[in-house]
């Protein structure tokens, strides 16, 4: 029997020389050096409205016009985690329509996983990295995910998370509209939360619990 002694490929931190990105950028991603830095630092950035039509802006945009939905922060705290050696990964939270889904960043500290968010709502936020697998990771959001009626939401999460390392660097310094990102994500591997019947019997959120989910930040 041949026993493969192959050691595994380490992900290896981005470069600055592949990054693409110019030496301020490359400083201002290089400062956030834990999941805390990069959600101080997405907390920082207006929320991006996209009063002018839909935007899914590379990191350098998103750097230079200062605000962020999501995707958009969700792209730049995974260039920050990939500089300093932590794959880029996306979890993906899908809603019942006619709510919105949500991406997050997830990042690992001792074998449990965390989640870095931008998000203009005061729930769907960062969590600590206490959650043992993606499922618990996102059922952490699931009694805050609901309608203005009460109504909650979430119905899926992405199996996996979506490695953004595997792109390129493109989502870095693009001055295209990175659309395509968004799909491929959709189009990866989910599972569901609940089944139908349970669907049924969900109860809606409190009215004082709708009032705290009104509260935004911008």
């Given at each position: 029997?041949?026993?493969?002694?192959?050691?595994?490929?380490?992900?290896k931190p981005l470069k600055f020389e592949?990054?693409?990105?110019?030496?301020?950028?490359?400083?201002?991603?290089?400062?956030l050096s834990s999941p805390k830095k990069?959600?101080?630092?997405?907390?920082?950035?207006?929320?991006?409205?996209?009063?002018?039509?839909?935007?899914?802006?590379?990191?350098?945009?998103?750097?230079?016009?200062?605000?962020?939905?999501?995707?958009?922060?969700?792209?730049?705290?995974?260039?920050?985690?990939?500089?300093?050696?932590?794959?880029?990964?996306?979890?993906?939270?899908?809603?019942?329509?006619?709510?919105?889904?949500?991406?997050?960043?997830?990042f690992k500290r001792d074998g449990l996983?965390?989640?870095?968010?931008?998000?203009?709502?005061?729930?769907?936020?960062?969590?600590?990295?206490?959650?043992?697998?993606?499922?618990?990771?996102?059922?952490?959001?699931?009694?805050?995910?609901?309608?203005?009626?009460?109504?909650?939401?979430?119905?899926?999460?992405?199996?996996?998370?979506?490695?953004?390392?595997?792109?390129?660097?493109?989502?870095?310094?693009?001055?295209?509209?990175?659309?395509?990102?968004?799909?491929?994500?959709?189009?990866?591997?989910?599972?569901?939360?609940?089944?139908?019947?349970?669907?049924?019997?969900?109860?809606?959120?409190?009215?004082?619990?709708?009032?705290?989910?009104?509260?935004?930040?911008?």
């Open positions: 029997m041949v026993i493969n002694t192959m050691p595994k490929a380490v992900f592949d990054s693409g990105l110019d030496k301020k950028e490359w400083n201002k991603l290089k400062k990069i959600q101080d630092f997405l907390n920082s950035l207006q929320f991006n409205f996209e009063k002018n039509g839909q935007t899914h802006t590379s990191v350098r945009e998103t750097l230079r016009r200062k605000e962020a939905h999501c995707l958009e922060g969700a792209l730049v705290a995974g260039a920050a985690l990939w500089i300093h050696g932590e794959r880029p990964l996306i979890l993906d939270l899908v809603s019942a329509r006619p709510d919105m889904d949500h991406l997050v960043v997830v996983w965390g989640a870095i968010s931008k998000t203009n709502h005061a729930v769907l936020r960062y969590r600590e990295p206490v959650y043992k697998n993606m499922r618990e990771l996102a059922m952490s959001y699931f009694h805050e995910y609901f309608l203005f009626d009460g109504t909650k939401t979430l119905r899926k999460f992405s199996t996996k998370p979506f490695d953004l390392s595997k792109l390129g660097t493109e989502w870095l310094t693009s001055k295209e509209n990175l659309a395509y990102i968004a799909h491929m994500i959709d189009e990866i591997p989910h599972t569901e939360i609940i089944n139908h019947k349970q669907v049924m019997n969900l109860r809606k959120a409190d009215k004082i619990e709708i009032q705290a989910g009104k509260l935004t930040e911008y």
